[in-house]
């Protein structure tokens, strides 16, 4: 069981790993942990945001929208390779997801097919959306592919994870589609290479 690390200590995983860091007015203190617990954390969930334009995206996820409060992640990845940090503790990103796919993130084996959504993930997972229309045309940037590697490598290595830590929100909750554009299974290679 993993506490979530301190929203500094968080910040310097980040920057020693390379990531391009842009902080958010009062992140460190932006989060819903009113309404139920951040933590244990258990791995990195990647997100795509379904929006365009780099401050409405920010913005939106920062702030959340009617009967979606924010933050809704703790980053955002931006098409420039910038990761916007909105937020930190409990955010709506993960929503309810499958029990079996959470023990076999903790465990770090292949993932079941998501196919129930009975687990609290905004407890147990770092979240990150990433700017992107989310319709498989919408193209990912070398730069946002290379954050996402960045963020989670970060994240991991501090835990002492390894790249089977990170899922897709489409992993995690039956009906999810993000992200949606490349492969999980590619993107762990590239962290696993990373850890490495």
């Known amino acids: 069981?993993?506490?979530?690390?301190?929203?500094?200590?968080?910040?310097?995983?980040?920057?020693?790993?390379?990531?391009?860091?842009?902080?958010?007015?009062?992140?460190?203190?932006?989060?819903?942990?009113?309404?139920?617990?951040?933590?244990?954390?258990?791995?990195?969930?990647?997100?795509?945001?379904?929006?365009?334009?780099?401050?409405?995206?920010?913005?939106?996820?920062?702030?959340?929208?009617?009967?979606?409060?924010?933050?809704?992640?703790?980053?955002?990845?931006?098409?420039?390779?910038?990761?916007?940090?909105?937020?930190?503790?409990?955010?709506?990103?993960?929503?309810?997801?499958d029990d079996d796919v959470l023990r076999a993130v903790i465990a770090e084996k292949a993932l079941p097919r998501d196919n129930e959504a009975n687990t609290d993930g905004n407890r147990h997972f770092y979240g990150f959306e990433c700017e992107n229309l989310g319709n498989g045309e919408d193209p990912w940037p070398k730069a946002q592919l290379e954050a996402i590697e960045k963020v989670s490598a970060a994240i991991c290595r501090y835990h002492g994870w390894t790249e089977r830590s990170v899922i897709g929100h489409l992993e995690w909750q039956p009906g999810k589609v993000d992200p949606r554009g490349f492969t999980m299974a590619s993107m762990r290679a590239r962290i696993r290479d990373r850890l490495q």
């Open 1 to 97: 069981m993993a506490p979530p690390m301190s929203a500094a200590r968080f910040l310097r995983a980040l920057v020693q790993e390379g990531v391009k860091v842009v902080e958010v007015g009062d992140w460190e203190h932006h989060n819903r942990n009113h309404k139920g617990p951040w933590g244990p954390v258990h791995g990195v969930m990647i997100h795509h945001s379904v929006t365009s334009g780099s401050a409405r995206t920010v913005a939106i996820c920062r702030d959340g929208y009617a009967g979606l409060p924010g933050p809704l992640c703790h980053g955002v990845i931006t098409k420039d390779g910038r990761v916007h940090l909105v937020g930190y503790g409990r955010a709506n990103h993960a929503g309810m997801g």
